[in-house]
């Protein structure tokens, strides 16, 4: 069974902090991404990383970074926490393309972070 | 701008009816689709998927339909439990070899006893 965790179920942070969410996969995927939940917008891709080393912003990156040191660990950054980074956060993993017809994610449990 | 749109926030449907679950998306060069379901205080976990050469996936009480002419495609869950209550979201992988997906905003069900 593919595990996906991250580092924290809830977090409570205050404006201005620097705020670190940690993932971790246990299944090799060379494909991780980091997503945040909102009521009515779904699921929207921050970053995501498809080898060590490499990252490529999503569809909202601003505010936030990336760190890929390790092929199991991708962590996500918010240099200084807004009130607007009130979200659920999602990390997902998957294998690479190669010769599959799909990629199906799997998800972690998240993490619900509030910016006081 | 949303390239995958579920225009239905939430539904609600007796136990043993079926259940329609609608996604629309905008870009013709999506080639795979695939439907998560996620419950409260847990992750997406996958549910089922289509490839665009393909209308109809089944898999026991799921089945989704894809109209590549519409850009439609539809998730029916028959019949419905009430564990299948929960935040329902389609998905959209672009052509690219990335595993990018493009989620829609979510529906979420409610399977009434």
């Known amino acids: 069974d593919v595990k996906v965790t991250q580092s924290s179920r809830y977090l409570v942070k205050r404006t201005g902090e620097k705020v670190f969410l940690e993932c971790v996969q246990d299944?090799?995927?060379?494909?991780m991404f980091w997503y945040r939940q909102d009521p009515g917008l779904g699921l929207r891709l921050i970053y995501f990383?498809?080898?060590?080393?490499?990252?490529e912003k999503g569809d909202i990156p601003e505010g936030y970074s990336v760190s890929r040191e390790k092929k199991e660990r991708f962590s996500l950054i918010l240099e200084s926490a807004s009130t607007n980074q009130t979200s659920m956060y999602l990390c997902?993993?998957?294998?690479?393309?190669?010769?599959?017809?799909?990629?199906?994610?799997?998800f972690g449990p998240g993490t619900r972070l509030t910016v006081l | 701008d949303q390239q995958v749109k579920q225009n239905s926030p939430s539904l609600s449907v007796q136990e043993g009816r079926i259940s329609i679950l609608n996604c629309d998306y905008t870009?013709?060069?999506?080639?795979?689709f695939l439907w998560y379901k996620k419950y409260p205080a847990e992750g997406p976990t996958f549910l089922i998927s289509?490839?665009?050469?393909?209308d109809k996936n089944e898999d026991g009480r799921f089945t989704v339909f894809l109209n590549k002419s519409a850009k439609h495609l539809s998730l029916h869950i028959v019949p419905s439990q009430p564990g299948d209550s929960a935040v329902y979201f389609c998905?959209?992988?672009?052509?690219?070899?990335?595993?990018?997906?493009?989620f829609g905003q979510g529906t979420t069900l409610q399977v009434k006893p």
């Open positions: 870009n013709s060069m999506f080639d795979y």
């Open positions: 997902a993993s998957s294998p690479s393309m190669g010769l599959k017809l799909y990629n199906e994610q799997f």
């Open positions: 990383s498809y080898d060590v080393k490499m990252k």
């Open positions: 998905a959209a992988r672009d052509s690219s070899n990335t595993g990018k997906l493009i």
């Open positions: 299944m090799d995927h060379e494909n």
């Open positions: 289509i490839s665009s050469i393909k």
